[in-house]
């Protein structure tokens, strides 16, 4: 295999802006970001390759930032925040990071994550055909999300939070009660976490509680498109 990488990198700043004029009305900027484009060309297994590195063609982002600051402290919703995102484009994974805050009222942090999973490999064929039926080529997105109200208070602290979990896409499987049936299938599955908690002090003790509720989806469906022999002839094996 072989492959090509081309970045560019820039940094920029906004300039120093006095307490009541300012970018943004009155937040100092900053940030970089990396971009880039890769080509990617396979002299063999192309399967192989993507089932263990599953890297594309095409334009990416590696790292890149966006911070703001707040220039007339107590005076706006929010003092200051980060986003950083990374591996975004066609990279199998890529992340976005971004914690906003006001200072005593509260923080928002978030992390959002994205994964494709592909896998084919010819090490895990069954059957007379040696063909592999337990291929995948599934998308993952899943994040969290938390904000925590009076962060700084250690009379009382409310925290909030919920999380994420989405998958699609199809992939193929086997039933083998008595042979090896191939077996078609779409994977739907969904997961939700909400949190509730709260921080204090009574009596000199630290006081801490948290509820938690999950809600599970699953409507993965699987087909036999039809009539099928299976793919051992000798049933014995």
Not at 50 to 64: E, L, M, T, Y
Not at 144 to 155: A, C, G, R
Not at 201 to 221: A, C, K, P
């Amino acid at each position: 295999g072989a492959a090509l990488l081309l970045s560019l990198t820039t940094f920029s700043q906004s300039p120093s802006p006095s307490p009541s004029d300012g970018p943004l009305g009155g937040y100092t900027i900053s940030g970089n970001t990396e971009v880039g484009a890769r080509w990617v060309g396979v002299n063999g297994d192309e399967d192989k390759f993507r089932s263990d590195i599953n890297q594309r063609s095409g334009f990416k982002f590696f790292d890149s930032s966006v911070r703001f600051d707040n220039n007339n402290a107590g005076s706006r919703f929010v003092d200051s925040g980060l986003i950083m995102a990374s591996g975004w484009g066609s990279d199998p994974s890529g992340s976005v990071r971004a914690n906003i805050e006001k200072k005593g009222t509260f923080r928002l942090d978030t992390n959002i994550r994205r994964v494709a999973l592909f896998n084919d490999l010819r090490n895990h064929a069954i059957g007379d055909t040696r063909i592999n039926y337990h291929n995948y080529n599934i998308k993952r997105n899943f994040g969290d999300l938390d904000l925590t109200i009076f962060p700084e208070s250690q009379k009382f602290r409310l925290r909030l939070g919920g999380s994420y979990n989405l998958q699609s896409d199809p992939f193929t499987y086997t039933s083998r009660a008595s042979n090896a049936f191939p077996v078609e299938a779409t994977s739907r599955a969904k997961a939700f976490d909400y949190r509730i908690g709260a921080d204090t002090q009574l009596l000199g003790f630290n006081i801490s509680g948290t509820y938690g509720f999950r809600e599970f989806i699953d409507r993965t469906s699987y087909r036999l498109l039809g009539p099928n022999e299976g793919d051992v002839v000798d049933t014995r094996v």
